[in-house]
């Protein structure tokens, strides 16, 4: 197959899924093009069978909002008549559905149907999707959509209930390769001196994650055993973040270690992961962490139940229960055999969602609606 993939090229969790997703249909032997502003940072351009289109926006002094969705149309459509596309998938409603259903108009013209698929990750529908500014060019653009996925049930019901959608939507999860997290202790002592627990964070930092809450949280802990806590991304909340942990006098044990390429190293030596997020649709940097056999407490919004298993793979709570949280917390890393047995639960859930047993489901996707396709071309 030839495969058009569009996505945010940044550490969002919307951009990994959508390289990781083209680098395995890579592997399998497709023709992967990713088209983006700029080169997605997990992206290995070396790698046979994948090709990068970079958008480029023309500055011009009239736009005081460069026109970036005409800009992707158009490469799109160049793309998909240049390397002949079978189908295209956007990840992130906003504005990669409204400008695929541009070129696929534009595609039309010239005797080309292009499937779309749109892949909703989560804040596309729940924070930006549903603003009034938005709103009806979301809801359009998931209608005229091929075909619609979503990463969770929880994400399917926000967008059926805030866009009053009809149509259907397929759940499919996010995925985490499992072979990148192997058990490697090297590293413990740059961080946490012996006997110390390892706290981990990872994000962009952004309000929805509720970053005060982690500092909180990591407090309680920090008050009933030797802990550290390593807290990776960057984000407008980091400052708030470095000074809420000053006040608090726990400064020299809070690290930050802001965009780093060593998130899975990183995990593999931590004992414990934090997400106490507002919304979360899925929560990938949560698998990610079980991946690499650390339980995870979080918050019980969105579709985080569906990745933490309350009580089996770590604790989840309401939205600002810092207590509850810290608690479940202490309770997992206070004794030695139980954080053993979360830590194994941990990592056998994270295998339900192993990039081989999901990888697969967006193949048949993909043949299916390229066969549906040749169907209606006749
Ligand atoms: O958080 C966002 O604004 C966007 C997005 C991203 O690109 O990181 O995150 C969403 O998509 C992820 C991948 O599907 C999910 O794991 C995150 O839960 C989801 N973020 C939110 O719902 C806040």
């Known amino acids: 197959m030839n495969i058009g993939i569009v996505g945010y090229p940044t550490y969002g969790g919307s951009g990994v899924v959508a390289t990781e997703l083209g680098m395995y249909m890579a592997r399998q032997g497709h023709k992967v093009h990713f088209i983006s502003y700029s080169q997605p940072v997990r992206l290995d351009v070396l790698e046979p069978n994948i090709y990068y289109h970079e958008v480029n926006v023309q500055d011009y002094p009239l736009f005081e909002y460069q026109p970036y969705e005409l800009a992707l149309s158009s490469k799109m459509v160049h793309v998909t008549l240049k390397y002949n596309l079978d189908v295209i998938h956007v990840h992130y409603a906003i504005p990669h559905a409204y400008a695929a259903y541009m070129a696929r108009q534009i595609l039309k013209e010239q ?3 292009l499937p779309v698929i749109t892949t909703l990750h989560g804040t596309d529908i729940t924070l930006v999707g549903k603003n009034p500014s938005y709103r009806e060019a979301v809801k359009f653009s ?34 985490v390769d499992l072979s990148l997290y192997k058990p490697d202790e090297s590293c413990k002592n740059n961080f946490a001196s012996a006997g110390e627990k390892i706290i981990t964070h990872v994000s962009n930092f952004r309000k929805v994650k509720r970053i005060p809450d982690v500092i909180t ?3 309680h802990i920090q008050k009933n055993m030797p802990a550290v806590l390593l807290m990776l991304g960057d984000g407008p909340e980091k400052e708030i973040a470095r000074k ?25 030596i931590s004992d414990l992961f934090l997400l106490p997020s507002e919304t979360e649709s899925f929560g990938l940097a949560a698998l990610e ?24 793979t770590g604790y989840t709570a309401a939205v600002g229960n810092t207590d509850e949280m ?15 047995e979360f830590r194994q639960r941990a990592r056998q859930r994270a295998e339900h969602f192993s990039i081989h047993s999901i990888g697969p489901r967006y193949t048949a996707l993909y043949e299916r609606v390229i066969a549906h396709q040749k169907e209606l071309n006749g």
Do not use: W
């Not at 998931?142 to 866009?163: A, G, W, Y």
């Not at 809420?244 to 930050?256: E, M, R, S, Y």
């Not at 056999?293 to 990745?307: H, I, K, R």
């Open 111 to 113: 005797n080309y149907d």
């Open 142 to 175: 998931i209608n005229h959509s091929t075909v619609v996925t979503s990463v969770s049930e929880s994400l399917k019901q926000d967008t059926i209930s805030f866009f009053n959608i009809k149509r259907e939507i397929e759940v499919i999860p996010n995925f």
């Open 217 to 219: 949280v990591f407090d």
């Open 244 to 268: 809420q942990a000053q006040d608090l006098g726990i400064a020299d044990k809070v690290k930050f270690l802001g965009k780093t390429s060593e998130v899975e190293r990183i995990l593999c």
């Open 289 to 312: 962490a079980m991946g690499a056999g650390v339980p995870v407490v979080s918050s019980n919004t969105g579709g985080l139940e569906e990745v933490n298993l309350h009580g089996i």
């Open 326 to 340: 810290g608690k479940g917390a202490v309770h997992i890393l206070e004794n030695e055999e139980r954080l053993m």
